[in-house]
């Protein structure tokens, strides 16, 4: 507002001016010279008017007294008059208009300040939403509560969530238990290829034997075996002979020993036989089916698991991984956080109620307030960010807050032919609550 006082002190300095042109022009007086010198009648001055012709001698006086101190009062009350309906203009309550701009050039100065009227507002509006459902198991801050980016909110029941990610951990370890496993078989062990080739060596020998049949010294062999046990029952009967009269012979061991013998000597006559006849064809395929199974196994163990294998099993780690990851940010999701730093303007929860994702969890502000004023065309080569503002509002009655320009519309309002400039007002102490009117002064060069 000094720049607009120092404004109405160069009009005056004007109108004053006019009025003693005009004045001396109308009664033939001189100028007055500023600075106290007297006024000197001019050479060919009318005569003022006076009923019955004659000149009194008040009226004499008076034609000689400069026209400066006849006009002043009259300056000075039209002045006061401008000065009054300036700062009317100026106040928010006369403000009918949304915006409301005044200019004026100070004289040799170069400058001019320009006023509009506005409204705080926040930089941000944040709205919150629950991204999943359940029951509401806690709300932590209440209305108008200033809250930091990170702070809880609120926080839903996250039973089935922690279950959903424990199967997904399991996954996860199955998979990589398959993937170690495979690997591990990618590279045997040179004791493990000594044993599957030791396997396979003696079930081909075991072949080979069932096709040729039993060899002489094999049928030696068996016949030896049935002899011993044909004796060992020879003994056993002449023991169970001695004791047979005895009316617990069926307890004693004797009688044990004879029928171990006896089963003995069965066994020995089937070999015997067995031998003699020649390998059937069932031990044949036994036998050969034992051989393919001894060389599947060296052959895997030669050739280790393939590549592809390996990449499908890679390839199941990675889904399993993903599911887990997906899990963990569902149960992160569970406590509703705040994104930014920010005032509560609203709460739409209550604890134990139900939850759905999208709904409306809070409302924030951010800390930052901006005030948005509509610039004329014609200013805007006046006007760049980081000019500097002050800002008045009728709460803080007494104070002018600093402000600076920190965004220029890109574009005009063809309606208007306005355009949209953005002032942050410097509030540290956040004294400026969004809603109120504020009287914002632009500086301008």
Not at 355 to 365: E, H, I, N, R
């Given at each position: 507002?000094?720049?607009?006082?120092?404004?109405?002190?160069?009009?005056?300095?004007?109108?004053?001016?006019?009025?003693?042109?005009?004045?001396?022009?109308?009664?033939?007086c001189s100028v007055p010279q500023f600075g106290g010198g007297q006024a000197t009648p001019a050479p060919f001055a009318a005569t003022p008017y006076a009923p019955g012709g004659q000149v009194t001698a008040a009226e004499s006086q008076a034609e000689a007294t400069p026209v400066l101190s006849a006009e002043a009062p009259a300056a000075s009350n039209q002045a006061q008059a401008s000065d009054q309906a300036l700062d009317e203009a100026a106040a928010p309550e006369n403000a009918g208009a949304d915006q409301v701009a005044v200019q004026a050039a100070v004289a040799g100065a170069g400058m001019a300040d320009t006023v509009y009227t506005a409204e705080i507002v926040a930089k941000t509006r944040i709205v919150v939403v629950a991204e999943v459902g359940g029951r509401v198991l806690s709300v932590e801050p209440e209305v108008g509560d200033f809250v930091y980016a990170g702070d809880l909110l609120a926080e839903v029941d996250s039973a089935v969530l922690e279950a959903q990610r424990a199967q997904a951990l399991a996954g996860l370890q199955a998979a990589q238990a398959q993937l170690d496993l495979a690997l591990d078989q990618s590279a045997p062990e040179e004791a493990d290829l000594e044993a599957a080739q030791a396997a396979v060596n003696a079930a081909a020998a075991a072949y080979n034997r069932a096709l040729e049949g039993a060899t002489e010294e094999d049928r030696r062999a068996a016949l030896a075996q049935l002899k011993q046990a044909e004796a060992a029952v020879t003994v056993a009967q002449a023991a169970y002979n001695r004791v047979k009269g005895n009316p617990l012979i069926g307890a004693m061991p004797e009688s044990l020993q004879l029928q171990q013998a006896t089963l003995a000597v069965e066994a020995a006559q089937a070999q015997y036989d067995?031998?003699?006849?020649?390998?059937?064809?069932?031990?044949?395929?036994?036998?050969?089916?034992?051989?393919?199974?001894?060389?599947?196994?060296?052959?895997?163990?030669?050739?280790?698991?393939?590549?592809?294998?390996?990449?499908?099993?890679?390839?199941?780690?990675?889904?399993?991984?993903?599911?887990l990851y997906l899990s963990q940010l569902q149960l992160d999701k569970a406590r509703i956080t705040a994104p930014a730093d920010g005032i509560v303007t609203s709460l739409a929860l209550t604890?134990?109620?139900?939850?759905?994702?999208?709904?409306?969890?809070?409302?924030?502000?951010?800390?930052?307030?901006?005030?948005?004023?509509?610039?004329?065309?014609?200013?805007?080569?006046?006007?760049?960010?980081?000019?500097?503002a002050a800002i008045r509002v009728d709460a803080y009655p007494d104070r002018t807050f600093a402000g600076e320009i920190v965004r220029i519309a890109p574009e005009l309002d063809p309606a208007t032919r306005t355009v949209a400039v953005t002032i942050r007002p410097d509030d540290p102490e956040r004294a400026l609550a969004p809603g109120m009117f504020a009287v914002v002064e632009i500086e301008t060069n």
């Open positions: 507002m000094n720049s607009l006082r120092n404004i109405l002190g160069a009009s005056r300095a004007l109108q004053v001016t006019a009025c003693v042109v005009l004045t001396a022009l109308l009664t033939g067995k031998v003699l006849k020649g390998a059937t064809n069932d031990v044949i395929s036994g036998a050969y089916a034992q051989l393919a199974g001894a060389r599947a196994q060296l052959e895997r163990l030669e050739k280790g698991v393939e590549d592809a294998q390996i990449r499908a099993l890679e390839a199941q780690i990675s889904q399993a991984e993903a599911a604890e134990g109620a139900m939850t759905a994702p999208g709904s409306v969890v809070a409302q924030l502000l951010s800390p930052e307030n901006e005030v948005v004023v509509m610039v004329e065309e014609a200013l805007l080569p006046e006007i760049e960010i980081g000019d500097s």
